[in-house]
């Protein structure tokens, strides 16, 4: 006789586009029901609580962290909430998964780290890549040091956007909101599979930044070289100015073999020169953000460890912050936080 399947009582905080993919996938996950959503427009959050069979619906972050029948919050708001909104969480006892990045800086970053470690509370980060099926073959390979030494890794992010995703979400048009572009927004998840690839922090990065063809303060244009404490080096191209939305890559080379990633038509990696079963991401699902929503579940539910606990993102933020800095100053930038 079966025994009662544990759910997870969950929040969803912030009802914008990327929280409605959380919802749908949500409904692919038997451990987990959504239990109430919070947003500031009170017509926007009642229309998604409709749409998604959700029952309680709240304006105000402290009174559903107050009275909301959840046991964690997904966090789907602008950069600039992170750091609040996690710490009233964690100060609440209340678990987070937060959109990426952690937080718009390294600073930040690392003061929620040490405050969640103190009060006991898991926070993660939706680094979904890293249950990407490609990725997560590409950095099982890596870790088990199946291609050897990796000498260098290649990223390119070449996606395209136009001035209308910036004016429907105007907060990701300024740096004080956002804290950055496309290379915090969309390059970090790839800058984070590599690191998280090759287990090692970065050193040092050098970069340059731009804005081609759109009126932002945010760079829609990043180039990037990070070295890592084993003397690595991984390059990052991050872009929404590309004519044509294209595959993003991941190549990794090694002293024994090369690991070439592809998202699309569908992910997938390529071993050159040594022969290798890729890894499979655990948990079953039909997509990345399925199998990193389940993962989050099972960590709260069961204690089954999580891809992205929030220590682990903060080499990726560490190097997106060393970047911007390094194209501000024109100069090599030391990163000696770990």
């Known amino acids: 006789?079966?025994?009662?399947?544990?759910?997870?009582?969950?929040?969803?905080?912030?009802?914008?586009?990327?929280?409605?993919?959380?919802?749908?996938?949500?409904?692919?996950?038997?451990?987990?029901?959504?239990?109430?959503?919070?947003?500031?427009?009170?017509?926007?959050?009642?229309?998604?609580?409709?749409?998604?069979?959700?029952?309680?619906?709240?304006?105000?972050?402290?009174?559903?962290?107050?009275?909301?029948?959840?046991?964690?919050?997904?966090?789907?708001?602008?950069?600039?909430?992170?750091?609040?909104?996690?710490?009233?969480?964690v100060a609440a006892g209340k678990p987070v998964l937060v959109e990426k990045p952690l937080a718009r800086a390294l600073s930040e970053g690392v003061q929620l780290v040490e405050t969640a470690c103190q009060r006991?509370?898991?926070?993660g980060v939706n680094y979904q890549y890293r249950y990407d099926g490609g990725c997560y073959a590409l950095a099982r390979a890596v870790q088990a040091g199946r291609l050897g030494q990796i000498h260098s890794i290649r990223i390119n992010v070449p996606w395209r956007r136009t001035q209308a995703y910036f004016e429907s979400?105007?907060?990701?048009?300024?740096?004080?909101?956002?804290?950055?572009?496309?290379?915090?927004?969309?390059?970090?998840?790839?800058?984070?599979?590599?690191?998280?690839?090759?287990?090692?922090?970065?050193?040092?990065?050098?970069?340059?930044?731009?804005?081609?063809?759109?009126?932002?303060?945010?760079?829609?244009?990043?180039?990037?070289?990070?070295?890592?404490?084993?003397?690595?080096?991984?390059?990052?191209?991050?872009?929404?100015?590309?004519?044509?939305?294209?595959?993003?890559?991941?190549?990794?080379?090694?002293?024994?073999?090369?690991?070439?990633?592809?998202?699309?038509?569908?992910?997938?990696?390529?071993?050159?020169?040594?022969r290798i079963r890729p890894e499979r991401p655990p948990g079953w699902g039909v997509h990345a953000l399925q199998r990193s929503l389940a993962g989050f579940a099972r960590w709260i539910l069961d204690d089954d460890p999580f891809l992205i606990p929030a220590p682990s993102a903060l080499p990726a933020l560490a190097a997106v912050d060393a970047i911007y800095c390094s194209a501000r100053d024109g100069s090599r930038v030391e990163i000696d936080v770990f």
């Open 120 to 123: 006991g509370v898991k926070v």
């Open 169 to 274: 979400a105007v907060w990701h048009k300024t740096l004080a909101r956002s804290g950055g572009g496309t290379l915090l927004t969309q390059g970090s998840h790839f800058l984070d599979v590599a690191l998280w690839s090759l287990g090692e922090p970065p050193v040092s990065a050098v970069g340059y930044t731009a804005s081609p063809g759109f009126d932002v303060e945010v760079e829609t244009l990043a180039h990037g070289i990070v070295q890592t404490r084993g003397g690595t080096l991984i390059s990052i191209t991050s872009t929404l100015a590309a004519a044509r939305e294209q595959a993003v890559t991941i190549e990794a080379y090694g002293e024994n073999g090369t690991a070439i990633y592809h998202d699309l038509p569908f992910p997938s990696v390529k071993f050159i020169g040594a």
């Open 1 to 89: 006789m079966g025994g009662i399947m544990k759910r997870l009582e969950l929040a969803i905080v912030g009802c914008g586009d990327i929280a409605g993919y959380v919802a749908l996938v949500s409904k692919l996950i038997p451990q987990i029901r959504l239990a109430a959503c919070c947003d500031v427009d009170f017509e926007r959050a009642q229309a998604f609580a409709r749409r998604h069979g959700i029952r309680q619906v709240f304006t105000e972050y402290a009174d559903l962290l107050a009275r909301g029948s959840c046991q964690a919050v997904y966090l789907a708001v602008p950069h600039d909430l992170h750091f609040r909104m996690i710490l009233e969480a």
